[in-house]
């Protein structure tokens, strides 16, 4: 007896700033916060600077321009959602306006062509109902 495996991914419920920068992913904007005290930016949201701790920060909308920093290439699932994407790339990188973020590259076969410093370009997706930020390599 075969038993369909549960593809649902359990995510837990967003904090108000990770909902408003969802909200803005889903109107097609990714966004990161800069410290008005220091200029550092970045994501994940916080209500904190992580560099000088100040709480006075604004969102600002990323361009989209990234580099690639580092990748992995999975190619085993660790979860069935994820069993018909082996072999599928997780990403690290660089905002063009400072911030560093994991994603993904799509449109590549697992991790092909992939290279430190690699110019990408960011598109919003989905997973299920959430919006997510995405790259394509840079034409
Ligand atoms: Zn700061």
Do not use: K
Request: glycine content about 8%; hydrophobic content about 40%.
């Amino acid at each position: 007896m075969s038993e369909t495996p549960d593809t649902t991914i359990d995510l837990p419920e967003p904090s108000e700033l990770l909902a408003a920068h969802r909200g803005a992913l889903a109107d097609g904007r990714l966004t990161f916060q800069r410290c008005s005290a220091c200029q550092n930016a970045w994501l994940p949201p916080r209500d904190r600077c992580p560099r000088c701790l100040a709480d006075t920060w604004a969102w600002e909308t990323a361009s989209g321009r990234a580099t690639v920093v580092s990748w992995v290439v999975y190619h085993r699932a660790y979860h069935p959602a994820f069993a018909d994407r082996v072999p599928y790339n997780v990403v690290l990188v660089d905002l063009e306006e400072g911030p560093r973020m994991l994603s993904t590259v799509i449109g590549i076969d697992g991790g092909e062509g992939l290279a430190i410093d690699l110019p990408l370009q960011a598109e919003v997706g989905h997973e299920g109902e959430v919006p997510v930020a995405r790259f394509r390599l840079a034409t």
